[in-house]
């Protein structure tokens, strides 16, 4: 698998942080973020967002956290990732 980096958390240090890649070829947007916690991932996993939405966190999906200081780097990777896909 092949991934296009976009950027990583600004306020980083040397290692583990969030960071968001372009997989080109399924026009997807991958993200490395910090776990949720036991408290957040409850919450959501024990509400029903959407009308008629099962609640819960399937298997094979995960809650993480981004720091909005990352927004700038996240819209990168929407574009870059939304022109693939054209």
Do not use: Y
């Not at 947007?29 to 939405?53: D, R, Y």
Request: glycine residues 12%; hydrophobic residues 40%.
């Amino acid at each position: 698998m092949e991934l296009d980096f976009i950027g990583i958390d600004p306020e980083t240090g040397k290692e583990g942080s969030p960071t968001a890649w372009v997989d080109r070829a399924n026009a997807e947007i991958v993200i490395q973020g910090w776990n949720a916690g036991e408290e957040l991932a409850a919450t959501i996993g024990g509400t029903s967002w959407a009308p008629g939405h099962t609640a819960g966190v399937p298997v094979g999906e995960t809650v993480i956290r981004i720091p909005a200081r990352m927004i700038p780097i996240l819209r990168e990777a929407c574009d870059v990732a939304e022109r693939t896909g054209l």
